[in-house]
């Protein structure tokens, strides 16, 4: 039969109908009339010369021309559908979502991303920085880098950075005398706290006063930041010290824009994860941007260690 006088519309009707096993649901899912769907089905039938259904007042039953059809066709139709589907989501799959915090983002990935587009050259990254945790099984981005404990439902988690702390400030605020000859001197400064979800206020100084010896020292008062990002460019502007992360810090550190007054650093109860479903693990994407990310925090794991060392 020449494609040119394929009657389209009939066998879609007929498709349906055959799925549904009745006309009036194949009439509501192609949304057209109990009518519409009988008199399609009815132009199939005199085309081929044969019956494709034993109508009963139950509903319709594929005779033997019916059950030949029926496979060809939903085979035909789904390979048409996913094509279109192909073709609409091509610059999708030309790009990779990321979602993580603004601090990692600023102060971590954007750094690093010349190195990816060098590298991997036609996908490209979009970038969602957020403090919310995007629901990666439901697809609100590809993957993400997560900041805390897993395991989380639903995905795939790979650790990419532990997070070691310790007071930082900016190289102005020990001017004038203003030393600090032990860690209970923090106290005479301002201190900045990262406010963010899953940690007390203060917390995090309280973990490194602790871990130097230092505890029964009351409220811990002074600038709150619902961002380490921001925490960290108060320190750098001078307004107090702020508990750094060292990952995240790195780079202000090396240019002299924060300082290390004490070497005691102290390890994070939270880490970075690399994360993802657990049904998009396999996709090409998202292998190349697990595989890289994973290079690039063993290299910079490697920085850290040697700071830690000095």
Not at 56 to 70: D, I
Not at 101 to 124: E, N, V, Y
């Amino acid at each position: 039969m020449r494609r040119g006088i394929l009657p389209l519309n009939a066998l879609r009707a007929f498709e349906a109908s055959a799925r549904q096993q009745s006309f009036s649901k194949a009439a509501e899912e192609l949304c057209v009339t109990h009518s519409a769907i009988s008199q399609q089905v009815k132009q199939v039938e005199e085309l081929l010369g044969t019956k494709l259904f034993h109508r009963t007042n139950r509903g319709v039953k594929l005779t033997g021309s019916g059950e030949t059809l029926l496979p060809i066709l939903i085979e035909s139709f789904d390979r048409i559908g996913e094509t279109l589907d192909g073709l609409i989501k091509g610059e999708e799959k030309s790009t990779i979502s990321v979602t993580t915090t603004p601090s990692f983002a600023t102060k971590w990935l954007l750094p690093r991303l010349g190195r990816w587009h060098r590298s991997h050259d036609g996908l490209a990254i979009h970038l969602q920085p957020t403090l919310q945790f995007l629901d990666l099984t439901k697809d609100e981005a590809d993957v993400g880098i997560r900041c805390g404990v897993p395991p989380w439902k639903g995905l795939v988690a790979d650790l990419l950075l532990p997070i070691h702390m310790g007071p930082v400030c900016s190289p102005s605020i020990l001017e004038g005398g203003r030393g600090l000859r032990t860690p209970r001197d923090v106290l005479e400064f301002t201190l900045i706290h990262a406010d963010i979800t899953g940690h007390e206020l203060g917390e995090e100084w309280e973990t490194w006063l602790s871990a130097v010896g230092l505890s029964d020292i009351g409220k811990l008062d002074g600038l709150s930041f619902h961002d380490p990002n921001l925490a960290l460019q108060a320190a750098v502007d001078g307004l107090g010290m702020a508990m750094g992360y060292l990952e995240l810090a790195e780079h202000d550190i090396s240019t002299s824009r924060l300082v290390c007054p004490f070497d005691q650093i102290v390890q994070h109860r939270f880490s970075y994860y690399f994360v993802c479903s657990e049904a998009r693990v396999d996709q090409p994407k998202v292998r190349a941007f697990r595989e890289w990310i994973r290079t690039e925090s063993n290299a910079d794991c490697e920085i850290v260690r040697r700071h830690l060392s000095n």
